[in-house]
């Protein structure tokens, strides 16, 4: 690892403070109050997260609350207690006032496609389900792949799965079959429940198809449980195929809850790594419950009768904490939806939001550029007042993005809370509290309580106010994963080997001169531009800052004399064409916001990007476009939302 500190240069000077009337009713008041519970949490994190932890219902107490073993890279939260995920996110609101409260509220992608279910509807549907289960020979600590597109029976999937102690691993829908049949045999599972189909953007993808391509080669699956989505056409394989309607119509009403310890797993989530074999990232029970119970509550700042609404998919660990466990746990009413925000007009976000009276809307960058795209006359003509706060998560957010979200979605109401975590993290680490902190456009501000950055470099020095290095946390907390499935050793070289003590995050950040972090991209994206290295995601800010863009992604390429120049793929507002005239106006533009030394070398105009399904840019296929590489070194495409992309990019390069 380069021990150089990463170049900071963009300046933001804008505050926010939070709305006064606003702060007054939240749970975290001020900034003084934030940071007096801060101290407290890190003084002693293990009782501070002993006294929240009798938030949950547990059968019985733990034995010890914190475990650690440094060099093993093994810890342990609440040893020894006993409970369950689905009775902390369902029974236990059923035994209380909420027991008719909505739990999900299910929109489908069709307007008229619509389910409410109650907690204790929620609970006898999971209750009938985790029989199914059962019924296939599914116990606790078997694993179930689960394959489904946003509608309800994958949210009763995961909770079912929890009731038995079985530990789910979702993949996402649009993943293709040669990525779900690597995940089903890297954590052997016995169950697949997957969908004849999908629907997307009207129209309607084969889901069943790629199951049985993954099933060809897999050993391990012995039933597919499939529900009938779309009423498509699809071969069923006697014996092993079976329909879940005709099942759980015969199942029984009841299932007990299997008690697991506080360290069972409660499932593996797949993320890529920067190899192509994708890590199964291990969560418990105790742990990852409290912690997305508490940061949920706090962070959201969710009151009894609001509406949540997260975007993401639950294929995807945001869904995981932020649609289900945190949002049941804490017993808030959670909005699921199916569909894409541009169908079938560009303000079904918006319209949901209407409709349902979202008070909560936590979104990705991604989104919030491609709507700024399409122009503000789609969320204006909706009514969005029952807004109160606005979240994003998965990128950076760039000023410009920042500030419509707050201006258009938000009328200048909401508090942006830019989250920053990740698939291993669990649950939220720095983020802003909506009554307490003052915003600063692009920064992710200050830590969640019991959570500690470290902003490293030279191996394990402290960077000074300003300076970039690596984000690392000191100590493990509740919700962080506790292996890679199948693979401690590369747990270890992954996150703890880098920096000795110190979890370690792959992103690069830093803390401005009043404590404010703000995350510099992955530390895989710095470009060294004549010995200075500078952060990509501050060079994209910068272009994307510009009127005329929407979205940028910058890669270094290699350089004769520099080393490494910066070559930026830019998509411009809708409507606009790009030339050379363009070109000069965007150099100069990064030469005002950021500083000659960030002087792009060459600028591609693309309509599009190539993107993750979760919307996220793979830059490591942009550098081998930009360097020249041939389209078969560009390795595995698949997981790409559209392959098409490719061709376009490498036909349209640019010379430096
Ligand atoms: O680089 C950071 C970026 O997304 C990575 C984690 O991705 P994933 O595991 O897929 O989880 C996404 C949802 C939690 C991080 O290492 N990232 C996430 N949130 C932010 C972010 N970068 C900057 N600002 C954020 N708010």
């Not at 007096?36 to 501070?48: H, L, Q, R, T, V």
């Not at 949210?155 to 990525?179: D, M, Q, T």
């Not at 470099?457 to 000191?474: H, R, S, T, V, Y």
């Not at 979205?551 to 790009?578: M, N, S, W």
């Amino acid at each position: 690892m380069s021990d150089d500190k990463i170049e900071s240069i963009l300046e933001e000077t804008r505050r926010f403070p939070p709305n006064a009337d606003y702060a007054k009713g939240s749970y975290v008041k001020s900034i003084d109050e934030y940071k007096a519970i801060y101290e407290e949490s890190i003084a002693d994190p293990p009782a501070f997260w002993a006294n929240l932890a009798t938030n949950l219902e547990w059968f019985s107490p733990w034995d010890t609350v914190f475990e650690w073993d440094r060099d093993e890279a093994r810890f342990s939260w609440f040893k020894g207690g006993k409970l369950n995920a689905c009775y902390n996110c369902l029974d236990r609101h059923v035994n209380s006032p909420r027991r008719n409260k909505a739990a999900i509220i299910w929109q489908g992608e069709r307007e008229d496609a619509m389910k409410v279910y109650t907690y204790q509807q929620l609970l006898s549907e999971v209750e009938r389900f985790a029989n199914v289960l059962k019924s296939k020979g599914v116990g606790k600590g078997d694993r179930v792949s689960i394959y489904l597109p946003m509608i309800p029976e994958l949210a009763i999937s995961l909770l079912a799965c929890a009731r038995i102690g079985a530990i789910h691993s979702v993949v996402f829908a649009g993943f293709s079959s040669e990525a779900l049949y690597n995940r089903i045999e890297d954590c052997d599972s016995k169950i697949l429940i997957t969908s004849d189909g999908t629907y997307r953007a009207g129209k309607t993808i084969d889901l069943k198809g790629k199951a049985d391509e993954a099933l060809e080669k897999s050993k391990s699956v012995t039933s597919v449980i499939m529900v009938n989505n779309t009423g498509s056409e699809v071969s069923m394989t006697a014996g092993r195929d079976f329909w879940w309607h005709e099942e759980v119509e015969n199942a029984d009403l009841t299932c007990p809850c299997e008690e697991m310890d506080a360290e069972d797993t409660l499932f593996i989530l797949y993320t890529s790594g920067s190899t192509g074999k994708p890590k199964g990232v291990v969560h418990t029970t105790g742990g990852y419950l409290l912690f997305t119970m508490e940061t949920f509550k706090n962070v959201f700042d969710y009151k009894e009768e609001d509406v949540f609404w997260c975007t993401a998919d639950l294929g995807w660990i945001t869904g995981h904490s932020y649609i289900l466990y945190g949002p049941l746990a804490a017993g808030a009413t959670s909005v699921m939806f199916e569909g894409v925000p541009t169908y079938p007009k560009p303000d079904r976000y918006w319209h949901i939001v209407e409709k349902f009276r979202v008070n909560t809307f936590y979104t990705a960058p991604t989104a919030i550029r491609s709507m700024m795209r399409l122009g503000d006359e789609w969320p204006n003509g909706r009514d969005l007042s029952s807004l109160k706060v606005l979240g994003s998560v998965g990128e950076p957010i760039n000023p410009e993005a920042w500030m419509w979200y707050y201006n258009v979605i938000g009328h200048g109401n909401c508090a942006i809370l830019d989250t920053w975590w990740q698939t291993e993290t669990g649950g939220h680490m720095i983020t802003p509290l909506p009554g307490a902190t003052t915003l600063k456009p692009g920064s992710a501000t200050f830590p969640y309580f019991g959570i500690e950055p470290k902003i490293i470099k030279n191996e394990n020095e402290e960077c000074a106010a300003n300076e970039g290095g690596f984000l690392c946390i000191d100590k493990p907390w509740p919700g962080l994963g506790r292996t890679l499935w199948g693979d401690h050793e590369r747990y270890k070289t992954t996150y703890w080997n880098n920096i000795k003590g110190k979890y370690f995050s792959g992103d690069g950040a830093r803390r401005d001169e009043e404590g404010y972090i703000w995350l510099l991209g992955r530390v895989d994206d710095v470009i060294s531009v004549a010995g200075h290295r500078i952060g990509a995601a501050e060079v994209e800010s910068a272009l994307v800052s510009h009127t005329d863009v929407t979205e940028a992604a910058v890669v270094p390429v290699p350089h004769d004399i520099k080393g490494e120049a910066i070559y930026a793929f830019v998509t411009l507002r809708e409507g606009l064409e790009g030339d050379d005239d363009l070109r000069k106006a965007l150099v100069k533009h990064v030469r005002h916001e950021v500083g000659p030394i960030a002087t792009p070398g060459a600028i591609q105009f693309t309509d599009m990007m190539p993107k993750t399904r979760s919307g996220k840019i793979m830059r490591r296929i942009l550098r081998k476009i930009a360097s020249g590489d041939t389209p078969e070194s560009l390795g595995d495409t698949s997981t790409l939302a559209d392959p098409e992309v490719i061709d376009l990019l490498i036909a349209n390069r640019v010379k430096q």
